[in-house]
């Protein structure tokens, strides 16, 4: 049974986007991400990568593109990214594409403003910025408010991180998930 929590459903424990979701395919990618990634950070090379294999990207403007994941993993190793900003960006990606996805649907609602202002955090670099005549309206979600009435440099969220800040990392599936409550599939 769901409970009510700040207005918003409980979660259930486990969370189906079904193919009809907006949301089913890009939720299904980031998790994909995550789940080869977890070996990939590991200091032993569970997943056996050899230097010589790569994995071709093809393209329709140049040559095909090699990636060798031994030497991606040699990279993670050498301190050239670290698993919170690879996890991050893809935080960054899905928020993105999903609200592109959606974008048309709005209804205004204090947590799609505050799906639109993550997204737009997620395309200014993981930090949220304003115009100066934003936020407009209400923005919240899970107890989160984004105050609408300090526009611009003046409200507390701008120039703060939104991933590994004000969220984290699996925030941005659960929002996903109130997100997707709104459409009937």
Not at 19 to 26: I, N, V
Not at 68 to 80: F, I, K, S, T
């Amino acid at each position: 049974m769901l409970r009510v929590l700040q207005g918003m459903n409980e979660l259930p424990d486990n969370l189906v986007f079904p193919k009809s979701s907006p949301f089913h395919r890009m939720v299904a990618s980031f998790t994909v991400a995550v789940s080869g990634s977890h070996s990939i950070f590991l200091t032993d090379n569970l997943m056996g990568f050899e230097k010589e294999h790569s994995i071709r990207l093809t393209s329709n403007v140049a040559k095909d593109l090699h990636v060798r994941p031994r030497e991606v993993r040699d990279l993670l190793h050498a301190g050239h990214i670290s698993k919170d900003d690879f996890l991050g960006t893809l935080c960054m990606m899905l928020v993105n594409t999903a609200y592109e996805a959606v974008k048309s649907k709005n209804d205004h609602s204090p947590e799609f403003e505050f799906f639109r202002h993550v997204r737009n955090a997620s395309s200014h670099l993981n930090k949220f910025t304003f115009w100066p005549d934003e936020p407009r309206r209400e923005a919240r979600w899970r107890g989160i408010d984004i105050p609408s009435t300090l526009k611009g440099d003046a409200n507390p969220f701008c120039g703060r991180f939104c991933f590994g800040e004000v969220l984290a990392m699996s925030d941005a599936v659960y929002l996903l998930w109130d997100i997707n409550q709104k459409f009937k599939v």
